[in-house]
């Protein structure tokens, strides 16, 4: 392993770690933020700082996100007198360290090219280990450069070890209820292991028709086909929801929170947990959001790729129809692709928050009926229909294979539109005057006079 290769793994592991904690760190704010403006309410701004000059620091409630992180360090770790010691402290890294080892094979960007000499100065000192160079960007190795890929560990099959790592927080939740040593926590414990297993099967299976249309179970080639052609969402848009809503089921999260229902086990399989333990469970719950959300970008959001972005440059053109094309440096191109994946990563992150807040928590029967009865048939029925689809397709003529090479151009420009227009409305969201409107809500006294009074019946007259 050459210098620059060894720097650039470590470069990207502190990158996608980083990414994921720092996310899963804010989103623990926005629940509480977006809730309250969801529901009408002051929500955080009671943790604060008080400095000399500015005076009380609350920086929008982002304080209490730290407060709580310092807060499950100095707490008691109390453990159960009959518990299991050792699964019982084990439980909760087997919850959090998959989430972290998933990033692994999820890619970021495109390979980068990277000039093998060293940068000298006018004194003839090293000043910069590496330097992207300009153009096209290097496809593969050569004498005077190395190629970097996207992502830290880029294997053959990477959705294969994301499956296989996604399965260990079923042992994770399962060993905590049974070593607790409370009824509750085994309940949710039970809850938690047949929901996952059961909502797994349809992730697994809604994936089957974009490995069919993909050809690979790389990740980074299934982001290159969609670059080449048009993103997953356009060609599998029934897997997308199907995979949408089994990655919120994975997480236990609000509408699938049934293992942890407050109302009917207390806190499911992790009541009897406290201090930084209970942190380990609560942080790896927001850490599988940003993950899933990672995934449904590489596989169905085109991962790095931009409208008419491409590996030498920007391009738009619509099937044999060169409309421009302009060379970016290949350090831009990075930078771009960078930016888009963690991005629209933002994005399905704020999408799986805002779900919380807005749908009500399923009954335990219509948990199970949903996945099994309605998630399941729809994810065979998409195999099927994409199969048909597949066979077609590869025994049309040229002519149509060019009407599709057309459309996927056209759901480029369709997304490019679509990024321009919210966008400019974000900007336009951020530098407009806030307007306070004050709502004031009569009495019903004075609700009912309105109305025209209370009804008196003959009796009471």
């Known amino acids: 392993m050459s210098g620059a290769v060894l720097l650039g793994t470590i470069v990207k592991i502190l990158v996608m770690v980083g990414f994921v904690v720092n996310v899963a760190a804010l989103l623990t704010w926005y629940d509480r933020r977006g809730s309250a403006m969801m529901q009408d309410r002051v929500g955080p701004n009671r943790a604060m700082i008080k400095l000399p000059i500015i005076g009380e620091l609350r920086i929008a409630g982002l304080l209490h996100t ?81 190629v ?67 050809g690979t179970l790389r990740l980074d080639d ?17 897997a997308f929801f199907l995979f949408f809503a089994a990655a919120v089921a994975e997480s236990k999260r609000i509408p699938f929170d049934l293992p942890e229902a407050e109302s009917e086990l207390v806190s499911g399989y992790f009541t009897e947990y406290s201090g930084m333990k209970f942190g380990m469970f609560y942080f790896a719950e927001y850490m599988e959001v940003v993950t899933s959300s990672m995934l449904l970008v590489t596989i169905f959001l085109g991962g790095w790729n931009l409208p008419f972005f491409h590996r030498d440059g920007l391009t738009i053109a619509f099937g044999d129809e060169m409309l421009f094309h302009t060379n970016v440096p290949h350090i831009w191109m990075t930078i771009f692709g960078v930016v888009a994946f963690f991005g629209k990563t933002l994005f399905l992150c704020w999408i799986q928050a805002f779900v919380r807040w807005s749908l009500p928590r399923f009954r335990y029967d219509q948990l199970m009926k949903l996945g099994w009865r309605v998630l399941l048939p729809a994810s065979l029925a998409n195999i099927f229909a994409t199969g048909i689809g597949y066979l077609a397709l590869d025994h049309a003529t040229a002519y149509v294979k060019g009407g599709f090479k057309v459309a996927g151009d056209v759901t480029q420009g369709l997304v490019a539109i679509l990024l321009t227009f919210a966008i400019a409305r974000i900007i336009y969201g ?24 209370t009804k008196v019946l003959p009796m009471q007259a």
């Open 66 to 146: 730290a407060a709580d992180g310092v807060k499950f360090f100095f707490k008691e770790d109390f453990v159960p007198p009959n518990a299991d010691k050792l699964l019982f402290a084990l439980a909760p890294m087997l919850c959090m360290i998959p989430v972290i080892a998933l990033t692994a094979v999820i890619p970021m960007c495109d390979d980068i090219c990277v000039s093998q000499f060293w940068a000298h100065g006018h004194d003839g000192n090293l000043f910069f280990p590496a330097m992207l160079r300009s153009g096209v960007g290097c496809p593969f190795p050569t004498a005077t450069h190395v």
């Open 148 to 214: 970097i890929d996207g992502a830290v560990a880029p294997l053959d099959m990477g959705i294969l070890f994301v499956f296989a790592f996604a399965g260990q927080g079923i042992v994770g939740a399962a060993i905590a209820g049974w070593a607790s040593d409370n009824k509750f926590s085994l309940m949710g414990a039970l809850r938690a292991s047949s929901q996952m297993v059961s909502y797994e099967v349809t992730m697994g299976i809604s994936l089957i028709g974009a490995f069919m249309i993909y």
């Open 222 to 238: 299934m982001v290159r086909w969609q670059g080449e052609n048009t993103w997953g969402i356009f060609v599998q848009p029934v």
């Open 430 to 453: 951020f530098s407009s005057p806030v307007r306070h409107v004050r709502n004031v809500v009569g009495t019903s006294a004075e609700a009912t006079a309105e109305e025209g009074g």
